[in-house]
């Protein structure tokens, strides 16, 4: 007789935002004459940039040739990719990372869920709290994380980081020595930013307790204010203890396209055996590599004209958080993020909790969020609206919230 892997069991509830979209559609069925805006999961809604529709449509065309035609992609990616990633978002930067250091994948959630599989079960994890759930999650279903507590909306064997008003919604050192800590900077769902200088003692603590950061820099494209790394591997004595996760859902609109990649240093060692081997060997044995048309698209990423795109890009998206911001602060919100990451956080008013609110703005403003608790327990009382909306709903959706 089969057993399942009954890791799977121990999950709670449903998935954050199969539970929104339930709640959202009962609710249209219910008002079909209400227009809704959503501003809740972090999905983009501007097309692709022409530098990369170009790029897309010459990559097609040579899939049709047969002198130019690609099967099998390189399991870690093509070339030109790697070096245009080395150079764009590393050397660029002082950041010494080899294009061989990069492996290409189809997106950062699959990569910040999978990288767990190289490390041992033994391994105790760290987070943030709140946190983008894949890392919890994808440790619970590999069995890293003990049992969860309903009560405390935790698990028995995960260090959880609080983020809260009262840190700036900057995780500390925990006081447990953690074997692999997740940190995501710019944060979702926070929107917090963290300092160069503060990145630093995340690296300088792991590396002489000999723990490994797993770094997802997904928001890094948002950064506006100096002295807030791009990579981790600003900061020293990053190659020996972290490993980092790029996508370009956010940067490039790639959400419906999938492409990111992860950075191993060849120095990232446990004993005598290099991280980047075991991930080379778990990409090649898995993963058949991202398509060479999405490849293309992701080269042009770091064109000229696709840079200056892409920026515009973003810069639209922040115009988004700061009409945000700015309505709900004269409405009387206390709002953070939105500076340096297209998530605004923002206390529930009064003693509402997180899916009070939700449903509150539902009804009310016909406006959907994302519940604060949904990301962890210090998420209760705070609620998350992403930038990502087109800006004319998103000016509707503050005027809406204002008039309330
Ligand atoms: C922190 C973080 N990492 C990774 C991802 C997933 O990125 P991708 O679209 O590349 O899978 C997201 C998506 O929302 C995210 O918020």
């Not at 690609?70 to 150079?87: N, V």
């Not at 200056?308 to 810069?315: P, S």
Request: charged share 20%; aromatic share 12%.
């Amino acid at each position: 007789m089969f057993k399942i892997n009954d890791n799977y069991l121990k999950l709670p509830g449903s998935y954050l935002f199969s539970t929104i979209g339930k709640k959202v559609r009962e609710y249209s069925q219910a008002n079909p004459e209400k227009e809704i805006i959503r501003l809740g999961i972090g999905d983009v809604t501007q097309p692709l940039a022409p530098a990369i529709i170009t790029a897309l449509h010459k990559a097609v065309d040579e899939m049709g040739a047969s002198e130019t035609f690609r099967g099998y992609a390189p399991d870690l990616g093509y070339e030109f990719l790697r070096e245009a990633i080395a150079e764009g978002d590393y050397r660029a930067r002082g950041c010494e990372i080899a294009a061989d250091e990069i492996f290409v994948s189809d997106g950062a959630k699959c990569d910040s869920g999978n990288i767990q599989e190289i490390f041992s079960l033994d391994n105790k994890i760290a987070v943030c709290d709140p946190v983008y759930p894949v890392y919890v999650d994808t440790n619970a279903m590999a069995g890293r994380t003990g049992v969860y507590e309903e009560a405390s909306g935790k698990w028995s064997n995960v260090i959880y980081m609080p983020c809260t008003a009262e840190n700036g919604f900057a995780p500390e050192l925990p006081k447990e020595t953690p074997d692999m800590i997740y940190l995501c900077f710019p944060n979702n769902p926070t929107g917090a930013a963290i300092t160069k200088d503060a990145l630093q003692e995340w690296v300088d603590y792991a590396n002489r307790e000999g723990a490994v950061i797993i770094y997802d820099a997904a928001y890094e494209a948002y950064i506006s204010e100096d002295g807030v790394p791009h990579s981790i591997y600003e900061c020293e004595g990053a190659r020996t203890c972290a490993i980092e996760l790029k996508s370009f859902s956010k940067n490039a609109g790639f959400t419906g396209v999938r492409l990111g990649y992860t950075v191993i240093p060849k120095e990232l060692k446990c004993g005598g055996t290099s991280l980047h081997s075991l991930w080379a060997r778990r990409h090649g044995t898995k993963y058949n590599g991202a398509p060479y048309i999405v490849q293309r698209a992701g080269e042009a990423v770091y064109s000229k004209e696709g840079k200056a795109q892409l920026a515009d890009q973003v810069a639209y998206y922040m115009k988004n958080a700061k009409v945000i911001c700015e309505g709900l602060r004269e409405a009387g919100y206390t709002v953070s993020g939105g500076v340096n990451a297209p998530y605004i956080w923002l206390k529930t008013p009064g003693t509402m909790t997180s899916w009070e609110f939700f449903d509150y703005l539902l009804e009310k403003a016909n406006v959907v969020g994302t519940p604060g608790s949904g990301f962890g327990p210090s998420g209760e009382g705070y609620f998350r609206l992403t930038a990502f909306g087109t800006y004319e709903n998103t000016v509707r959706a503050i005027g809406r919230i204002r008039a309330l």
